[in-house]
């Protein structure tokens, strides 16, 4: 049983305009999320993440939303830029388990 | 900082064969992990680390054995490598302070494993 899914495989959008990211979970007991972003042959990095006491989080062109009552959390990217072409991990933790469950990615293509 | 470092960055092995996957971290972190990803799919958890002297199992745990005897280091031994076993291995260190709400992992660059 798989409790976090990114149901899209691959998303395509236009430079400058906004990308959706969408994650949903099934652990009522998930407190926080994070958004990891990956490279070809490189490690994931950490973007942005949101605790569940919140409903959404911002750090530049990155805010993440949170709807506890549906399981569903968004990455939104504004504006998509080609740098941005990457695997997006939606992941989600229960607070010092020590320990993330990870979402199968969605890879990124933002064109010029 | 180094960060997280992993050894090697390939490795082909035999079936049946044995060897360590080398994970460090400079960070202090108390917390460490092991994922295996196969492609097409997420990072699955193998083993991971609430701190120096315990381990425990994640979701994909049969073939593997770990051990902290550190807080620096988290090596990740395969038994009796399997040709399932072929994919690429990211150990991710955190730092988790009670009470804060902190579980950012911080990733290595990846060993990938061919097991023949």
């Known amino acids: 049983d798989q409790q976090v899914k990114q149901n899209s495989p691959s998303l395509s959008v236009q430079e400058g305009r906004i990308s959706i990211l969408n994650c949903d979970y099934t652990?009522?007991?998930?407190?926080?999320f994070l958004w990891y972003k990956k490279y070809p042959a490189e490690g994931p990095t950490f973007l942005i993440s949101i605790s569940s006491i919140k409903d959404k989080n911002e750090d530049g062109r990155f805010t993440v939303f949170l709807n506890k009552s549906a399981k569903h959390l968004s990455l939104h990217i504004v504006p998509s830029q080609p740098g941005d072409s990457a695997v997006y991990f939606c992941a989600a933790s229960v607070t010092n388990a020590g320990k993330s469950t990870f979402g199968d990615g969605t890879t990124l293509t933002v064109k010029p | 900082n180094a960060g997280v470092t992993q050894t090697p960055k390939f490795q082909v092995l035999k079936t049946g064969q044995s060897m360590t996957l080398q994970c460090a971290q400079d960070?202090?972190?108390?917390?460490m992990s092991w994922y295996r990803q196969d492609p097409g799919m997420g990072l699955r958890l193998i083993h991971y680390s609430v701190g120096a002297g315990i381990t425990d199992q994640g979701e994909v745990p049969n073939g593997y054995n770990v051990s902290r005897s550190t807080t620096e280091d988290f090596p990740l031994r395969l038994l009796s490598a399997a040709p399932s076993q072929t994919s690429v291995y990211f150990c991710a260190s955190s730092y988790s302070r009670r009470g804060s709400l902190t579980d950012t992992q911080y990733f290595g660059p990846g060993t990938r494993l061919t097991v023949l």
């Open positions: 652990n009522s007991m998930f407190d926080y």
């Open positions: 960070m202090n972190h108390e917390y």
